[in-house]
């Protein structure tokens, strides 16, 4: 595999459920990202991991939790959300904390709460 | 605090002729990147091209290249040629050299269909 990938693609959750997201990134980076996409809005920052250490949380809601266990795996816990957080959740790394630098993507993961 | 803006919700364009996607941004910071993305149909967003601001040569990356006013906080896509493939959602984004974490700032995107 190479790049970014996220699982699942596709995600349908009640809002008593807990689930997660998962990112995988191939790239050798030490930086690692979340971002919410929703539609007609700009994409929102959720998390920054740099080297593994949480550097960023942009207030988000504590149903969201993060985990990144090493440099190419990082998590996404979701427990008790709301059906306003449907939406694509898209992972990212980066190399050097991607300052003037990209980005990549992994290709999301569609979230439906209902 | 910084913004981005795309006042352009859907584009079209036909195979072979040019288009260029607007884009003006907001920032009180003198350093900064500035950044085109290309989201495809369920795929993956990649990097279509960056220019950095105390450049003033615009970038330029074979059919894409940029139109980059730094007074007038004005940083336009023109894509020359187009081709079905250009077929994407275009979003513009920001980051200043104080930001230590790579955090992009996303305009909502510009959808673009290339006509046949």
């Known amino acids: 595999e190479t790049g970014v990938t996220q699982t699942p693609r596709h995600l349908v959750m009640g809002m008593t459920n807990k689930k ?3 990112c995988e990134q191939h790239l050798g980076h030490n930086a690692m990202y979340w971002y919410k996409q929703s539609a007609k809005k700009p994409l929102e920052l959720m998390f920054v991991y740099s080297l593994e250490e949480r550097v960023e949380n942009n207030s988000v809601p504590s149903r969201f939790s993060p985990e990144c266990p090493n440099s190419s795996h990082l998590f996404l ?25 990209e980005l990549f993507f992994g290709e999301g993961s569609r979230l439906t709460v209902l | 605090a910084q913004t981005v803006t795309q006042s352009q919700p859907e584009m079209s364009v036909q195979e072979a002729e040019t288009v260029t996607l607007s884009c003006t941004y907001d920032t009180s910071e003198s350093n900064y990147y500035l950044f085109w993305y290309k989201q495809p149909p369920s795929r993956q967003m990649i990097l279509v091209i960056r220019q950095e601001a105390y450049k003033q040569q615009n970038a330029t990356e074979n059919r894409f290249s940029v139109n980059f006013q730094k007074a007038a906080k004005s940083f336009s896509l023109k894509i020359s040629d187009s081709q079905l493939g250009d077929t994407a959602m ?13 955090k992009l700032i996303f305009g909502q995107g510009t959808t673009l269909q290339v006509k046949p």
């Open chain 1, 77 to 101: 816990h979701l427990h008790t959300l709301q059906p306003e957080d449907s939406a694509l959740y898209l992972c990212a790394s980066s190399q050097d904390n991607g300052i003037g630098g």
């Open chain 2, 90 to 102: 275009y979003f513009c984004a920001f980051t200043a050299y104080s930001s230590n974490t790579g």
């Open chain 1, 20 to 22: 997660s997201l998962k």
